[in-house]
């Protein structure tokens, strides 16, 4: 690298374990109760949790939104780019507090859960591990990354791992980034892998 970019990497970080700095400006609440940071990204979704400023678990999952891309993209026989863009404009997935309004919406949301199913099962299993191998529990989550803007994710998760889930929000954003990037508009979702390595 130092080579032929002209850095000097100073060390390697498992992605997952970056985030608990993330966690304490985004949840400033009591030291003591547990966090878990979940970076639904397009490959992969990393999870973190945090407790008292610290990470305590860390797991990267091998699902994200490209999975659900071609979840559309199958049902409805499209290309993988104009599922994208439909996945953008049209996704969303059900719960009981946001139900699907008519058989068509019921419909994109049977597809997008069975999808997502999986994703759910890892999440919770990495919970469970998280209990089982260090005593700590999560409190809340807090969700982030281009997963995190699929219509209706948030109440889905809230109920599917009973627990409340914070979305990252462009609130977030001089608190996490500092003025001078909230003022440039850049999205505080996507930059909480790199603040929490910077």
């Known amino acids: 690298l130092a080579g032929l970019h002209g850095v000097d990497p ?25 966090v878990v940071i979940v970076d639904h990204g397009h490959v992969r979704t990393n999870v973190c949790v945090v407790k008292g400023g610290r990470t305590v678990y860390a797991r990267t999952i091998s699902r994200g939104g490209k999975h659900v891309t071609q979840a559309v993209a199958r049902a409805w026989s499209l290309p993988f780019e104009e599922a994208e863009r439909a996945k953008h404009s049209d996704g969303f997935v059900a719960s009981r507090a946001e139900p699907a309004t008519s058989e068509a919406w019921q419909r994109i949301s049977d597809v997008l859960k069975m999808e997502l199913t999986p994703l759910v099962r890892d999440l919770r299993q990495t919970l469970a591990a998280c209990r089982a191998q260090g005593g700590v529990t999560p409190r809340r989550v807090i969700l982030c990354g281009g997963g995190a803007r699929l219509r209706g994710i948030v109440p889905f998760l809230s109920e599917e791992l009973e627990l409340p889930v914070q979305l990252v929000a462009a609130a977030d954003a001089t608190r996490l980034l500092g003025p001078a990037l909230a003022a440039r508009n850049v999205a505080p979702d996507g930059a909480l892998l790199a603040l929490g390595l910077a």
């Open 10 to 34: 100073r060390a390697i970080v498992a992605a997952p374990a970056a985030y608990a700095r993330a966690a304490q400006l985004l949840h400033p609440g009591p030291a003591a109760e547990a």
